[in-house]
């Protein structure tokens, strides 16, 4: 496995688009690097992100850097910041997890809880109008069983520093046998966000909006196309819109949002956000079989008018 990985780094290594290199050598487009054993992505030249996939429970980005290299997501537990609270560890910034496969727990970091291992890079590419990671990753239990696989591709496109946008398709496959996606509220593409950005807390003065005009607090466990949370950050409002696109199975999603920043869309816990019967949500994956979800990642100036987030989306939904 090892093996493979190192192969593929070094093919992008001795990979690099002519014709994109401006004043100074800067790489005008998405340059997506291996560095200290992360992929550093940046973007015109300007720090994005960087990819962990070593020595973690599952892989995440950290820190992301929004409009103008605004830091939009939490720093802990990778880093101490002003303003953090040390609840919910593994809440890493920006990644995709779910709380129940077949029972076993991918969503916390308890002594009970399975792992998203990493296993190879099918794809790194940089370019002109974007940047590709895509990865083959393991879902292994408590004891060591791999429950399934998963094939994350990441598209980060080329925009102006006023704006950042990621597309995250994610494709679960019962490579190792049936899948159940368990009913709970505990998942699964997620982001925790800056301190600032938050609706409660010391330094909290951020809100939520979603695709059917409801507001804060009240759009958890709300269905909708899409969720839009904003709030300052070095006293400029920034953004952060996640779309679900509307071929994604049970579109329009329902929302695990809350007030102290994390923020996740959740097609599967419909026995916590509707009060219905437990298992309500549960959806089987046949063995050898696959379903997939497609969301866009919208980080913006403003708040959501500002932002154009309604408008956006009906472009994301077109594509």
């Not at 998405?30 to 015109?44: A, C, F, T, W, Y």
């Not at 429950?147 to 990621?166: C, K, W, Y």
């Not at 759009?219 to 996640?242: F, L, M, Q, S």
């Not at 980080?299 to 309604?310: E, N």
């Amino acid at each position: 496995i090892r093996s493979a990985c190192l192969a593929v780094l070094a093919a992008f290594i001795l990979f690099f688009p002519t014709g994109v290199l401006g004043g100074e050598n800067v790489f005008k487009g998405v340059l997506i690097s291996p560095v200290d054993g992360k992929l550093r992505v940046e973007i015109n030249g300007e720090f994005f992100t960087e990819y962990h996939y070593q020595d973690v429970s599952r892989p995440f980005f950290y820190p992301v850097m929004g409009p103008e290299g605004h830091a939009m997501t939490r720093n802990w537990p990778m880093a101490e910041g002003e303003g953090e609270s040390h609840d919910h560890p593994h809440h890493r910034s920006f990644w995709y997890a779910h709380g129940d496969i077949n029972g076993h727990d991918f969503w916390s970091e308890s002594d009970k809880a399975g792992t998203t291992r990493h296993v190879a890079f099918l794809r790194i590419t940089s370019g002109r109008k974007s940047g590709v990671i895509k990865t083959l990753n393991h879902l292994v239990a408590k004891d060591g069983k791999i429950v399934g696989s998963d094939v994350r591709t990441m598209t980060i496109h080329n925009r102006p520093s006023s704006e950042r946008v990621v597309d995250f398709d994610i494709e679960v496959r019962a490579s190792h046998g049936e899948i159940v996606m368990g009913d709970t509220k505990e998942g699964s593409m997620a982001l925790r966000l800056a301190p600032t950005m938050r609706l409660k807390g010391k330094v909290a003065k951020g809100h939520i909006e979603n695709s059917e005009g409801v507001k804060d607090g009240e759009t958890w466990g709300k269905r909708a196309k899409w969720v839009d949370y904003h709030g300052p950050v070095n006293e400029d409002v920034v953004g952060v819109a996640i779309f679900d696109h509307p071929e994604n199975p049970r579109h329009p999603t329902w929302w695990h949002v809350r007030d102290y920043g994390l923020f996740a869309a959740n097609p599967f816990g419909v026995h916590h956000f509707e009060r219905k019967e437990a298992g309500t949500g549960d959806l089987t994956i046949k063995k050898g079989g696959n379903l997939k979800w497609a969301y866009r990642f919208y980080f913006h100036q403003g708040d959501t008018t500002t932002g154009q987030v309604g408008h956006r989306y009906e472009l994301f939904s077109k594509e």
